[in-house]
């Protein structure tokens, strides 16, 4: 086990240059000649070849036959992970306050698929783009409640009455707004799950929320307390990040029970 943590923090500072991660995602895009590298990188060429030979000899790049470098497999591999570091190391300070709640560890080992997201503040700024993602669904929404703003109610449905297919999961102990009941029964909502346009599942203690259609999605984290922070989120239209929200809503859907009305409180 000693010698698997060493050979770790070997790796680790071969990559600890931010010269030498430019380089490996430089290469990861396509393979370069050092002089060309230089250029990209407004370097000089003596500075690169230096990298270029601690990554050749840390076994993350090699050189053809035509004097192109190239990652290897194993560099190639070690560009999957480094998201994940980019995404917490961007984020440290969020992460002070939030953790990833009941999020099973193979979610977890993929958060760098999120690093490609912006982080929105203000709770009337996150309404506003949620809105949005109702806005511009062309083929369904998912959701994945710890709480429903009454806001939401009116415009989601509103697209739902175009034809957008709505599958959501509330959370056991969902926090609803008074006179939820009253505008569902006036929107319609009845006559939409008749026709199958909206399906609902319910699922325990939900702690991290998921908001997405077919092209862009959000994502909110519990506070350290495990309540659902409607005031920060993180969104993208970025395929990884779409991919991870859209598994992760999956996940849930597979875990959940049917949905019962009598257990949320009005």
């Known amino acids: 086990m000693g010698n698997i943590y060493e ?3 070997n790796d680790f500072l071969e990559l600890a240059s931010e010269q030498r991660l430019k380089i490996i995602f430089k290469l990861l895009e396509q393979k370069s000649k050092i002089s060309n590298m230089a250029k990209e990188l407004h370097a000089t060429v003596q500075e690169v070849h230096r990298n270029f030979e601690r990554l050749s000899n840390a076994g993350l790049i090699m050189k053809d036959k035509d004097g192109y470098y190239d990652l290897t497999t194993y560099g190639k591999t070690m560009c999957t992970q480094v998201p994940s570091l980019l995404f917490l190391s961007k984020n440290r300070k969020y992460f002070e306050n939030h953790d990833f709640g009941d999020i099973p560890m193979k979610f977890i080992q993929r958060i760098g ?16 783009q949620w809105k949005l993602v109702y806005k511009n669904a062309d083929e369904y929404i998912y959701e994945l409640f710890t709480e429903v703003p ?4 009116e415009p989601l449905l509103d697209r739902v009455k175009h034809g957008i297919v709505f599958n959501y999961i509330f959370s056991d102990t969902v926090i609803v707004p008074k006179g939820r009941k009253e505008l569902l029964g006036k929107l319609g909502m009845k006559d939409l799950l008749d026709k199958g346009l909206v399906e609902r599942k319910m699922k325990e203690n939900v702690k991290v929320v998921v908001v997405l259609n077919e092209k862009e999605a959000c994502v909110l984290f519990p506070t350290l307390d495990g309540d659902a922070d409607m005031r920060e989120m993180f969104y993208s239209k970025d395929t990884l990040f779409h991919e991870w929200c859209l598994d992760y809503f999956r996940y849930c859907w597979y875990n959940s029970g049917p949905f019962q009305e009598n257990k949320i409180p009005e």
């Open 113 to 128: 698929a999120l690093a490609g997201g912006q982080q929105i503040k203000g709770f009337v700024k996150v309404l506003e």
């Open 7 to 9: 050979n770790a923090a």
């Open 150 to 153: 009454l806001d939401l109610i």
